[in-house]
Structures are given as structure tokens and as C-alpha cells.
């Protein structure tokens, strides 16, 4: 049993988590009210590596606060498995995948660096790394070159959107919690530019942002910007365009449907999990990482199912 009043809420793990929705909040607030106890929050050294608005409605509500410690070699190590977590979680690239994977790379890299991490193709010679992947790789970002599906390039260009990210948090967190939200669509290449901006010329994008808000904010669109002119030669001014590509019609069953035909194949990896091992014989540490994983995944479960269940609930 831990005592609430010693667990660390870290502002690097809190920064790596997006605020919860109503619901999810609505749910905790309903939990409390009924008197039902949290599971037991996810901690590092006291750190809570997870759930941390939950946390803080329990603690304040008086609960008793059960832990559930991991083991890390190092906080660096355990920041980007919480990173890599959370960033499995999202299915498509959005703007808050690519923070994580570029929050993920520093700690990942850091911690390769003070020989706190062994990763994948440590065995593997330099040359035969880039053989097989890429001629910028590095033993560092191998694991994630192929948990992501993603260059090495592209992993060192979300590091560096990272950087921009938390630069502007210490000017703005409530845009940085919109843009990566995707409540505010905005380029890369805007948000590094917002941060050379003055104080007046931030103001000025901020009153442009909120305007633009329903669309993608460009970089052309703020202050500062520097277009490059391009003199286009005289043979293409009446070239033709082509149209642009016709979308699929959006299908609002088709994540979902996609989902129920997934869900089968994790309850037969599962099973064979159970069947072929011998728990008994399983590590502590593999167990506690199991449990984690399967921790976030319950979570979801629950969440998703508070949710199709109003759905069903609203067509009776």
C-alpha cells in the first residue's frame, strides 16, 4: 500500500499525457461517488507513470491509493517505454504520435548512450545495420524503426518536432494541448516557427490561430515568414492541372467494424500465450510488464464499451 502524499507527479511524465475527456472524467467522478477503489496506479520510484488525472481525483477524494511498482533501469528508460505505450496506441500518424515518437527517440537514445538499454540489433556490426535498413541508422532507433514502420529520417524529424513542441508549451500550454489534441491542425513547420516569434508577433499569430482555427494553420499564414520566390518558367503558366484526387466517402462504421475483426486475434494470442507457458516459470519483470500493457488495454476496453453501450442504449 502507498500513500498518496509520497507518489511524484513528474513533469516529464506529465507532459507526455493528454488531458481526459468528459467522459472519461464523468466516469472516474461516478466511480468515486459509488465509493468503488482504483485499481492500482502504475509507479516508477514513486513516479505514477500513469492515469495521472485519475490519481489526483482519488487522492483529493480521500482514497486509500494502491501501487503497482515497475522496474527500469533508469527513468530514461522508463519514459519512453511510456512513450512507446501510448504511442501504440494511436493507429494513425497524428501530430500527437509524432510527439511521442520523438520524445520517445531522446529517452530511448539517452538511455542507449549511459549503457542503460541493450536494443535490438546490439550484436548486428554498423555496416550490416545499414545494409538492412538505412545508411542513417543507428542501433538506438532499430526497435523503433520496426515497431513504427517508419524511417529512421522520419524518427530524427519527430525528434526535432519534439524540441519545437516542448519549446512552445513554455509559451503556451493550452495551444501546445490543442495542437496535439487535434483540436488545432497545424504544420510542423508553423510550430517551429512560432517559436522564434517575438512577444507582439506571438500575439498577433494567437488572434490569426483562433481565426484560422477551423483549418490548417501554414507557416505563410504567421508572422515572420520568408516565402521563397521561385521564377516559374514561361512554358508552364498554362499547363493543366489535374484534379484533385476524389476521397472514399468517409465510412463511419469502418473503424469500428475493423476493430471487432482485430479483437478476435488478440483473445487467440492470449490463449495460446496461457497455454504455452508456464506462469509459475515467468519472470517478475516480464510479469509486471504483461500486467502494465494489459492494464492500459483494460482501460480502453472499458472506456470504448462506456461508450457503444450509450450508442445502444440511445437507438432502443
Same mark, same amino acid.
Given at each position: ?6 507518489? !511524484? ?10 488531458? #481526459? ?5 464523468? *466516469?472516474?467522478?461516478?466511480? $468515486? ?6 485499481? #492500482? /496506479? ?15 481525483? %482519488?487522492?483529493?477524494?480521500? /482514497?486509500?491509493?494502491?501501487? =503497482?511498482?515497475?522496474? /527500469? ?27 511521442? @515518437?520523438?520524445? =520517445?527517440?531522446? %529517452?530511448? !537514445? ?38 513504427? +514502420? @517508419? ?9 526535432? %518536432? ?19 489534441? +487535434? ?18 508577433? /506571438? ?11 477551423? +483549418? ?22 498554362? *499547363? $493543366? ?46 510479469? *509486471? ?28
Amino acid at each position: 500500500m502507498q500513500q498518496h502524499s509520497k507518489l !511524484k507527479i513528474d513533469p516529464d511524465v506529465s507532459v507526455l499525457f493528454l488531458p #481526459p475527456d468528459e467522459k472519461v472524467m464523468a *466516469r472516474i467522478h461516478e466511480d $468515486i461517488c459509488l465509493g468503488i477503489s482504483p485499481a #492500482p /496506479f502504475p509507479v516508477w520510484n514513486n513516479i505514477l507513470m500513469d492515469r495521472l488525472h485519475e490519481y489526483k481525483e %482519488y487522492a483529493d477524494a480521500g /482514497f486509500d491509493i494502491r501501487t =503497482q511498482p515497475f522496474s /527500469f533501469s533508469s527513468k530514461n528508460a522508463m519514459l519512453a517505454s511510456i512513450c512507446q505505450l501510448l504511442a501504440t496506441d494511436i493507429p494513425e500518424m497524428t501530430q500527437y504520435k509524432s510527439y511521442l @515518437i520523438g520524445k =520517445q527517440y531522446k %529517452y530511448h !537514445k539517452a538511455a542507449y548512450d549511459n549503457g542503460e538499454i541493450e536494443p535490438t540489433g546490439e550484436h548486428i556490426s554498423y555496416a550490416a545495420l545499414k545494409k538492412k535498413y538505412s545508411k542513417d541508422i543507428h542501433p538506438s532507433t532499430v526497435e523503433m524503426v520496426d515497431t513504427y +514502420g @517508419i524511417s529512421s529520417a522520419t524518427i530524427h524529424e519527430y525528434a526535432k %518536432y519534439a524540441v519545437t513542441v516542448d519549446a512552445l508549451r513554455e509559451r503556451s500550454p493550452e495551444l501546445v494541448t490543442s495542437i496535439l489534441a +487535434g483540436k488545432i491542425t497545424m504544420s510542423k513547420k508553423a510550430v517551429s516557427q512560432l517559436c522564434g516569434l517575438t512577444d507582439e508577433e /506571438f500575439r498577433k499569430s494567437l488572434s490569426i490561430i483562433e481565426r484560422e482555427k477551423s +483549418g490548417k494553420i501554414l507557416a505563410s499564414m504567421l508572422p515572420g515568414h520568408a516565402p521563397v520566390k521561385i521564377d516559374e518558367p514561361p512554358h508552364l503558366e498554362n *499547363r $493543366i492541372i489535374p484534379e484533385i484526387k476524389q476521397m472514399p466517402k468517409y465510412d463511419p462504421d469502418g473503424y469500428v467494424s475493423s476493430l471487432a475483426l482485430t479483437i478476435p486475434s488478440w483473445s487467440a494470442t492470449i490463449k495460446r500465450v496461457r497455454d504455452r507457458s508456464n506462469m509459475i516459470d515467468v519472470s517478475p519483470d516480464a510479469a *509486471r510488464k504483461l500486467i502494465f500493457q494489459l492494464g492500459i488495454l483494460e482501460r480502453n476496453i472499458q472506456i470504448i464499451k462506456t461508450e457503444l453501450e450509450g450508442v445502444t442504449e440511445d437507438g432502443n
